[in-house]
């Protein structure tokens, strides 16, 4: 169906030619899976964007041929390309809201790709529309048509993207990482309902991601890329458990998986001992029926419902639970960026509950309670460089200035592993693992006795997380932290946390030790959240030559 061979691409810059595809070649056949795995930069979504013909200004393929069924893609005329887009060849996007156009109604999304390609008139439109969205197993579609994207939940934008990709019924269809920011049963409902429309139509895919398992798991055939170049492809099972390529290892072996340590994530080469951290029995914060709710159109909605629970002393605490389940308000309510209708928050035996959002922020208790956002691109201001960033709070809060500042920033840097050469780089100069040291240096200023974690390794890939996850394990030892770290991802909270915590409609459904909770899950909803996990591969059978 598909054949790339020798693609290159490049890029021209301010700094001249850079090239981001280098010699590629691979074929996906009817009915065929085809995975790309590989890290940010690798050259996995350029690949997808030069056979669409889609590449960013400046961006262009230099060399080798593209050909699906036949037709030579790369020297197609543009005409050509906008009739195959959609109908022949179609793409899910990696983030569905940005994907949507957010003042359209997503039913008139997937009419105008229908009309288009000649597949609707504008008398069936709609209801052509409507079965795309049944299709994708939206529920109550007829009224779903008539929503915005900002109405619907991340899971629910990623199936109406599916249904715009799908509605045409093209016969090869790209899904660049379709499930990113999808909580895990919503992760599993995607990928197996896109499995299953390739099975049902005879399609052939292309899924791109950099989660290991979710390859392993609903690929055929692999393709592992790094720095613009195939370095490995095979069979999922015997690549993951005799990966020949050095880089597929490294990859294979920063996947968390389960009886494992979080040290055994790192190159063996820059592993060091464990360092000891220890939990006391006083709790640093103790929440007593604690409660959200917001006035809705047809009535209150309860975002938390009176939740109880404590988090000791060097104890790292991991939330747990779907979009919606109540995991941010509740942290938006400890951080006291978001006041609670009702309960108690004893932060060190003290109620801060009652102290308004707004006031907290001078309050004495500020520094002690600090907050790792999910996304480390938005919560840095593109304006300010690292050094200022980190700075901020020393200055604010810490009344910190002159040399006695610059040398606590220096020192910051050195805790979280930040090259002090990056300092006076801005955030969109930085990586996504250099963008999440700077959001933690920033967060440990104050040296915090509290730090809130919301998904902080969501988006990174699995090598830069391993680097990340352990700095957080070895500041906790060293500074005497407590965290409470918010994941979807239960491989993660695992490795990291002590005491586990799930949520579901803003209620706790269960809590205890990490292990027993992981290995005995009690509740039926924690046993559906770990059932949902993508499995990682399997540590590899041989050891590296």
């Known amino acids: 169906m598909l054949s790339i061979r020798d693609l290159a691409v490049s890029f021209q810059t301010r700094r001249g030619a850079v090239n981001a595809v280098r010699g590629v070649s691979f074929d996906v056949a009817t009915g065929e899976v085809l995975g790309i795995v590989g890290e940010s930069g690798s050259g996995k979504s350029v690949t997808s964007y030069a056979l669409m013909r889609i590449l960013d200004a400046g961006g262009a393929i230099t ?19 906008r009739d195959i887009r959609g109908r022949e060849i179609s793409m899910i996007f990696q983030n569905p809201r940005a994907a949507l156009n957010p003042i359209r109604k997503v039913g008139h999304q997937i009419e105008d790709v229908l009309r288009r390609h000649a597949k609707a008139t504008r008398q069936d439109a709609r209801q052509k529309a409507i079965a795309a969205l049944e299709a994708v197993r939206i529920t109550d579609a007829e009224a779903r048509y008539d929503a915005y994207p900002f109405e619907l939940s991340g899971g629910m934008c990623q199936r109406v993207v599916i249904a715009i990709a799908l509605a045409c019924d093209p016969r090869l269809l790209i899904a660049d990482e379709p499930t990113t920011g999808l909580d895990i049963t919503t992760q599993k409902a995607v990928m197996e309902l896109v499995s299953a429309l390739i099975r049902a139509r005879g399609m052939g895919a292309i899924v791109i991601t950099h989660d290991l398992g979710l390859a392993a798991q609903y690929c055929d055939r692999i393709v592992v890329m790094k720095d613009g170049q195939i370095v490995e492809t095979g069979d999922p099972e015997a690549l993951f458990a005799r990966p020949r390529h050095a880089y597929t290892r490294k990859l294979v072996d920063a996947t968390p998986r389960a009886g494992e340590s979080i040290r055994s994530l790192l190159p063996a080469e820059i592993r060091t001992p464990d360092l000891p951290h220890k939990v006391h029995e006083r709790p640093i914060l103790a929440v007593r029926d604690l409660t959200k709710t917001y006035r809705g159109k047809s009535g209150p909605v309860h975002a938390v419902r009176g939740i109880s629970f404590e988090v000791k002393e060097g104890q790292s605490v991991g939330l747990v639970g779907e979009s919606g389940c109540g995991k941010s308000t509740t942290s938006e309510m400890l951080v006291r960026l978001l006041d609670p209708t009702s309960g108690e928050i004893l932060f060190d ?15 004495p208790r500020r520094g002690d309670i600090q907050m790792v956002f999910q996304d480390a691109t938005d919560s840095l201001n593109p304006r300010h460089s690292a050094r200022q960033t980190i700075a901020d709070p020393l200055r604010r809060l810490g009344g910190m200035g002159g040399a006695k500042l610059a040398a606590r920033v220096d020192e910051l840097a050195d805790l979280t592993g930040l090259p002090r050469t990056l300092l006076d780089r801005f955030p969109h100069q930085l990586s996504g693992g250099q963008k999440a040291r700077v959001g933690i240096a920033r967060a440990i ?36 932290m407590s965290y409470l770290f918010v994941s979807h991802d239960l491989h993660v909270v695992r490795l990291l946390c002590d005491h586990v915590i799930v949520m579901k409609g803003g209620e706790i459904v269960e809590q205890g030790p990490a292990e027993q909770v992981m290995a005995s899950p009690a509740h039926p909803y924690t046993q559906e959240l770990l059932s949902a996990a993508p499995k990682p591969p399997a540590r590899r059978l041989v050891p590296a030559p």
């Open 63 to 81: 060399a080798g041929d593209v050909s699906y069924s036949g037709l030579d893609l790369r020297r197609a005329s543009e005409a050509d390309m």
């Open 349 to 363: 035996g003290q109620d801060i509950a009652g102290i308004p959002a707004g006031r907290f922020a001078r309050n």
């Open 445 to 480: 200023a104050l040296n915090p006795r509290f730090l809130i974690l919301d998904e902080p390794t969501a988006a990174l890939d699995v090598s830069i997380q391993a680097v990340v996850l352990n700095l957080l394990a070895d500041l906790r030892a060293a500074l005497g």
